[in-house]
């Protein structure tokens, strides 16, 4: 048989996979360099999307030129001199015809640039023009080479595309290829999309797109040829999602919890305080999920002091009325053994039989518990991730609730699924995920806000301090705890400064990195120097993760009423510790603490009826510090801050979809595009809920694209 039958008898996705040497403009010699790029076939030519462009729109024309002003001329290296001049400089000239006229470039000091110009080369140049003895000229401007000497002679395009490169290949050939390899093939590609789609969503057909997407003619014709990739990919990520939402929904069965009236209001009873509107409505959500028989997958989040832990007990209280056990999960033994305190409060004359369970548990303690909760008798645990370990069972479990959901990691959380059948899931967390990251990460996610804060909270105050203010603030903060107010103060560092190490590193995790730590506040030593200086006259109390669980627990009590007024901490005390009497925040060496880590920590002091104050002291933060800084002292709103730390930081710094375990995004970027991501999700949603199986004809090509894509990552099957 002939192995390459005549072209007319081959199909276009034969056509596609044409081999790159046999594809017109590429040749064998060029195919070897292609290869190595991984570029196999003329498809995957096509979809060799430019890593940038070379903007050659708004060029000033040299008629045009007007001295000081900057200009970006686009023209041809008609002349290369260098000499040395009398004062001994290097000096470098190169004439550049521009148009109908010329410029003079000028670089001094710069031999290297030398071998960089040559007759003929193709170059933007962006700079301030003066005039010099009746010719233009630009001192030190930038330079960009346009490569453009394999490319089509006289080629006019406004913007060139910039590929990855490899040994054996150069710009030119590369665009010279892309011409010839789209004029070929580009109308050979299968439209994924049905017309409508296209036309619903604004998007171009493929063809029309793929061309402007590697020749764009502006940034406009770019920016509409991107935004179909952009939707593609981003419709395709929220499709998985929506499906294996779908299934899971489909699949599992989880405790009908049927939350009475007669429930609620025993419930209600229990509480100390009315509930706010935010509140109100969480409760309802949560409520109504709990009756279904498919286990709740809710995120709640609220600013610190919202009063997400009320909502926890009544999710929790329900369930335990309904017959089921309830697990309440929190990151650090100090916030678990809180939280087992305000429950004790709550519960003080209920029937419910509940523990709290954490690393510093007796073993006798621990086995009570667990021979409790295994036989059924026990209705609830309060922990840390200790409730997650393999002996930990349960004989009814109805409700997980995970505190500060953050501050684990993705595989703790999966692990505690498995602990029992099908539980519901509420997670809560007050450093709230940027909504475009959840709209990807958690696409399968459920979400409840909490806008309001308890009546009566008074504003925060931020001070950006320099060292020479220090005095001031201590004698301020001495002015508040004589009023009987008070205060903590903390360390990024447990002890020597030497030591580096001896952060709490678990409550560490999103600390940033890249500042040396020679003069980095330790909490045992700002604690002696407080003591022996500006707060002698005050009880001054210690905590760091280093210390035994009692001691811990002990210190957390005496500040909590009121015996210690000062608490000199690291940061263990970041997230959900409730002392709402204290009103005074000192930060030493803020510019190690992360931007949410900073507004958690401010959060401990805005908690009661008084008004915070929070002073942050640093040390030669480096620019990105110092952004940090100025933006929590600018806001107090997490929800802005969260956005703001997901500018500084970017997309992938956070829980980024590796993490998640899915494949890198090729085009499209979570902070830019977020346009983009909310359409792709309505549309996502809106496909999967009219056709779970995605098998109507006219989607076959989305759902193959799927399948291809996440079909084994997010363990589709086969879809429906
Ligand atoms: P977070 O959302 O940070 O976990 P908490 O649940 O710890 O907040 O609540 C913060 C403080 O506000 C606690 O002292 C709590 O008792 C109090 N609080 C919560 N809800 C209310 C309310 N509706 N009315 C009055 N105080 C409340
Ligand atoms: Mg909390």
Redesign the pocket.
């Given at each position: 048989m002939d192995p390459t039958p005549a072209p007319a008898e081959r199909s276009p996705a034969e056509l596609l996979a044409t081999p790159v040497q046999f594809v017109r403009g590429v040749g064998p010699q060029r195919a070897e360099p292609l290869q190595r790029l991984g570029l196999l076939t003329a498809r995957d030519l096509l979809f060799y999307f430019p890593r940038d462009y070379q903007d050659l729109t708004d060029l000033t024309n040299v008629k045009d030129l007007e001295p000081d002003k900057l200009v970006r001329l686009r023209g041809t290296v008609a002349e290369v001199d260098s000499r040395v001049t009398n004062a001994g400089r290097f000096m470098l000239g190169v004439l550049v015809k521009a148009g109908a006229g010329f410029v003079r470039c000028m670089w001094f000091d710069q031999r290297w640039l030398r071998e960089k110009f040559s007759v003929g080369q193709d170059v933007l140049v962006t700079g301030k023009v003066r005039l010099k003895s009746l010719i233009w000229e630009l001192v030190h401007p930038q330079v960009t080479w346009l490569d453009t000497a394999d490319d089509e002679p006289g080629s006019a395009a406004q913007m060139l595309p910039v590929y990855g490169l490899t040994e054996g290949l150069t710009q030119g050939a590369m665009r010279r290829m892309m011409r010839l390899t789209l004029d070929a093939f580009v109308d050979l590609l299968d439209e994924v999309f049905p017309a409508e789609h296209l036309a619903e969503h604004n998007l171009w057909p493929i063809a029309t797109a793929l061309r402007h997407l590697h020749f764009p003619d502006n940034r406009e014709q770019l920016a509409q040829a991107r935004r179909r990739f952009v939707y593609q990919e981003l419709l395709i990520l929220q499709l998985g999602l929506a499906v294996q939402r779908y299934r899971r929904r489909q699949a599992s069965s989880a405790p009908v919890i049927d939350v009475t009236g007669k429930i609620d209001a025993r419930i209600r009873r229990l509480f100390p305080?009315?509930?706010?509107a935010g509140?109100q409505s969480a409760i309802l959500e949560i409520a109504a999920d709990l009756r279904q028989p498919v286990p709740m997958n809710r995120l709640l989040q609220?600013d610190?002091?919202?009063?997400?832990?009320?909502v926890a007990v009544y999710a929790m209280l329900a369930a335990i009325a309904a017959g089921y056990q309830a697990v309440i999960m929190a990151p650090t033994e100090i916030l678990a053994r809180q939280h087992a305190a305000t429950l004790g409060k709550i519960l003080s004359h209920s029937q419910v039989r509940w523990g709290c369970l954490t690393g510093g548990s007796s073993t006798s303690e621990r086995q009570e518990l667990l021979a409790g909760l295994a036989a059924g008798t026990t209705h609830a645990v309060i922990g840390t991730h200790a409730v997650l370990q393999q002996d930990v069972q349960f004989a009814k479990l109805g409700l997980v609730v995970i505190d500060e959901q953050h501050k684990f990691g993705v595989r703790q959380r999966a692990s505690l699924k498995q602990a029992g059948a099908n539980p519901h899931y509420l997670v809560m967390t007050?450093t709230p995920i940027p909504r475009s990251l959840a709209l990807t990460l958690f696409g399968d996610l459920d979400v409840t806000t909490i806008r309001d804060a308890?009546?009566g909270r008074q504003p925060i105050h931020t001070y950006l301090a320099a060292d020479e203010q220090r005095e001031r603030w201590w004698e301020f903060v001495r002015k508040k705890l004589t009023e009987g107010r008070q205060a903590y103060v903390i360390a990024p560092l447990v002890d020597s400064p030497a030591d580096a190490e001896a952060t709490d590193a678990a409550e560490d995790a999103d600390r940033p990195e890249g500042d040396s730590p020679k003069q980095i506040a330790s909490a045992e030593a700002v604690f002696e120097a407080l003591c022996h200086g500006p707060l002698e006259a005050f009880r001054v109390g210690l905590i760091h993760g280093r210390m035994s669980s009692s001691d811990k627990e002990a210190a957390m009590a005496a500040f909590r009423d009121g015996r210690t007024q000062v608490l000199v901490s690291t940061s263990v005390i970041e997230v959900?510790v409730?002392v709402?009497n204290a009103t005074l925040m000192t930060i030493e060496s803020a510019q190690r603490f992360g931007l949410s880590q900073l507004h958690q920590l401010r959060?401990r002091v805005s908690?009661g009826l008084h008004p915070g104050y929070c002073c942050l002291f640093t040390d030669e933060p480096s620019p990105e510090a110092q952004r940090r800084l100025e933006a929590l002292s600018e806001s107090t709103d997490g929800f802005a801050l969260a956005e703001a730390d997901f500018q500084i930081r970017g997309p992938g710094d956070l829980l980024g979809t590796r993490q998640h375990g899915l494949p890198p995004l090729r085009i499209a970027d979570l902070v830019s595009d977020r346009a983009e991501l909310e359409e792709a999700r309505q549309a996502a949603q809106a496909m999967v809920s009219a056709d779970p199986g995605l098998s109507d004809p006219a989607v076959s090509k989305i759902r193959r694209m799927l399948l291809h894509r996440y079909g084994r990552v997010m363990d589709l099957g086969d879809v429906g």
């Open positions: 305080f009315e509930l706010t509140q609220g610190v002091g919202s009063g997400k832990t009320i007050a308890p009546p959900g409730d709402p959060g908690r």
